[in-house]
């Protein structure tokens, strides 16, 4: 749609809207609210086809100066748990894909170098993983079992732990992005330089698939969302670096909001890996089909969510966008 037709499109719904930000005029909370959506939907297709305008700078505008107007004066919806994670936050994800995906390569890289090292250093390994934890899985491997890490504690306290562990370890790397956004991909680097020369290890072992079918049973996504964590920490830090069309400290504002919700949408999955670490994993018993059926079913979760679902449900918005009958002016009435 061409920038000017989508001005006379929605013009006076954005005029609307100013005139209660300014309390010029007044409308029923709720729909001040759908008000709301609307603006950060047509928000959101002014940065895809129109960065840089002036269209774009207005609705900048007047969506940050509503925000809290508009939160205090309406109820919170008992359905916002739900429509949360369908739409307000896969909508938001579609937004950061790229950081997304300079995290993934991040980490991808690094896990490489991690395998690279250990295999032309002998001592690489331990100094990453520590004597401690190398001694116990040569002992393991001694006594038949080279998994039984996984089996020490009962199931709850496993995964308890576990989960608490992770998402303490996702808060910290998303956190360190405030250092300009480098803090949360070095936490990136250090896990996927620990995760190549840990896999390589057991493959020096002639354990790699065993490793492979057990770990990944819960690090599919355990990993996964670190990545996420680290995303959100390059949101968080790309926020104060930059502001764009927002003074910096509105950009920094939005970047914390915006990052928050991508760290809050990754605590079911750290529930979900918990839950696999504690009570899954522990199975080395089980039959390869199913370990590749769980791996497989994780990494398609992931990816659905965070990558697929998001694309889907912003083409979908721009069609509606494109089908929307154009409110008529005056003139035309």
């Known amino acids: 749609m061409r920038e000017a037709a989508f001005i006379k499109q929605n013009k006076d719904k954005w005029l609307k809207f100013e005139n209660v930000i300014n309390n010029k005029s007044q409308i029923h909370p709720d729909e001040l609210s759908s008000l709301y959506i609307e603006i950060t939907d047509h928000l959101s297709y002014a940065q895809t086809f129109y960065p840089g305008s002036k269209t774009l700078g207005y609705l900048n505008y007047i969506a940050s100066q509503s925000h809290q107007i508009i939160y205090k004066s309406k109820k919170e919806s008992s359905k916002r748990f739900i429509t949360f994670f369908t739409k307000e936050f896969p909508l938001l994800m579609y937004q950061y894909q790229k950081q997304l995906l300079i995290a993934f390569l991040v980490f991808m890289l690094f896990t490489l170098i991690g395998a690279y090292s250990a295999a032309n250093d002998g001592a690489f ?5 520590g004597d401690g934890y190398v001694n116990m ?18 199931e709850f306290n496993m995964f308890l732990g576990i989960t608490i562990n992770n998402i303490r370890f996702a808060l910290i790397t998303y956190i360190l992005g405030a250092l300009f956004s480098i803090g949360s991909l070095v936490k990136i680097m250090q896990t996927g330089i620990m995760l190549g020369s840990f896999q390589y290890f057991f493959f020096t072992k002639d ?16 990993i996964s969302v670190i990545i996420i964590a680290g995303c ?11 502001p764009r069309t927002y003074s910096r400290l509105e950009s920094f504002i939005k970047g914390v909001k915006n990052s928050l919700k991508i760290i809050a949408s990754t605590i079911p999955f750290f529930i979900i890996a918990g839950f696999l670490e504690g009570y899954v994993t522990r199975h080395t018993e089980m039959p390869d089909w199913l370990a590749v059926l769980i791996i497989g079913g994780s990494l398609a979760l992931i990816v659905f969510y965070y990558v697929i679902y998001p694309r889907q449900l912003h083409k979908k918005q721009q069609l509606n966008y494109i089908h929307t009958p154009k409110t008529p002016t005056l003139e035309e009435e």
């Open 125 to 129: 390994v331990r100094s990453i993983l």
């Open 207 to 222: 354990l790699g698939w065993e490793s492979v079918r057990t770990i990944w049973i819960h690090g599919t996504i355990e």
């Open 232 to 242: 959100a920490g390059m949101v968080l830090g790309n926020g104060i670096l930059f």
């Open 137 to 154: 899985t040569l002992e393991n491997i001694e006594k038949g079992d080279p998994m039984g890490v996984y089996k020490e504690q009962g």
